[in-house]
């Protein structure tokens, strides 16, 4: 209980060390390791060890109690997080076979299958984390991407917008959904979308580029060059934006100022191959 307490309260440091205690004097405490492992997860997520440290924890909780759906779960996100899919996989599909209602290890199941291109497995796995909690946002967002993959729009938009619903202030969603829109060429509803993502997190450049790239298809070029601008207020060393400005500054003939935004990306990004064509 302490451990837990200091972990409540962010002192992740005294909450490890609790925890240590704890299995010190039970050495085959099962919860003690698992909250161990997401103490030790939390520090590396900090810059303080490394991503893989918690899985040899989570692994001794496991061999103590093997039906242990929350730890296969975390170890499962560990696996994710380093690119080990098929471990991934594995850990996942444990956590529901242990616990089939778990709606968060079955959204990341479909996280998993879609990074391994098995898209169908993937939609079927956030449908049932959505049969479980109906109000499941980002299983909806997710479904959405999936059919961007299967290049089925029309369905993609219908979640999306059915992520919305649930969440009106999902950033992440309203991005989506303008992506599809201008895949579309329904370029007016992409604006909308865009906008209302940037209103809801103003501070992240990517929605500016997307929005400016939009004006451009459009033809409002000083519109563009404002999202472009803006978006570089957040990051000055986003290429994309440093590119895409210097490509409106060129359809505006301001030349001169066109070649400093390609040499500015090319000096970040030494191989762009976008910005070289551009000079």
């Known amino acids: 209980i302490k451990g837990a307490c200091y972990a409540g ?40 060890g490394h991503l893989d440290d ?11 109690d093997p039906n242990y759906a929350e730890a296969h779960n975390n170890l499962g996100n560990i696996f994710k997080d380093l690119g080990r899919l098929d471990e991934a996989l594995n850990s996942f599909i444990e956590a529901v076979r242990i616990r089939p209602n778990y709606a968060e290890a079955l959204y990341s199941l479909g996280v998993v299958f879609f990074d391994l291109g098995q898209f169908d497995h993937a939609i079927d796995s956030y449908q049932k984390a959505i049969e479980i909690n109906p109000n499941f946002a980002h299983a909806f967002n997710n479904i959405g991407n999936t059919y961007i993959e299967k290049d089925k729009l029309d369905l993609a938009i219908e979640f999306y917008q059915k992520a919305l619903k649930i969440n009106s202030n999902y950033s ?36 500016h580029n997307n929005l400016g790239s939009v004006y451009r298809e459009l033809g409002q070029l000083e519109n563009a060059l404002k999202c472009y601008s803006k978006g570089l207020t957040y990051n000055s060393e986003f290429v994309d934006l440093l590119n895409n400005l210097g490509v409106v500054l060129h359809d505006l003939g ?14 970040i990004k030494p191989d762009y191959a976008e910005a070289y064509n551009n000079l």
């Open 54 to 64: 918690p899985i040899n924890i989570y692994e001794k909780s496991l061999s103590i």
């Open 9 to 48: 309260l962010g002192e992740l440091g005294s909450a490890v060390k609790s925890y240590e205690k704890a299995i010190a004097i039970n050495p085959n405490y099962a919860r003690a390791y698992f909250n161990l492992g997401n103490a030790i997860h939390e520090l590396s997520l900090q810059g303080f």
């Open 254 to 267: 301001q030349l001169d100022e066109a070649v400093q935004q390609y040499e500015k990306a090319i000096s």
């Open 172 to 207: 992440e969603a309203h991005n989506n959904l303008g992506n599809a829109y201008k895949q579309l060429g329904k370029l007016d509803h992409a604006v909308e979308s865009y906008k209302k993502a940037i209103e809801i997190n103003p501070n992240y450049p990517a929605l």
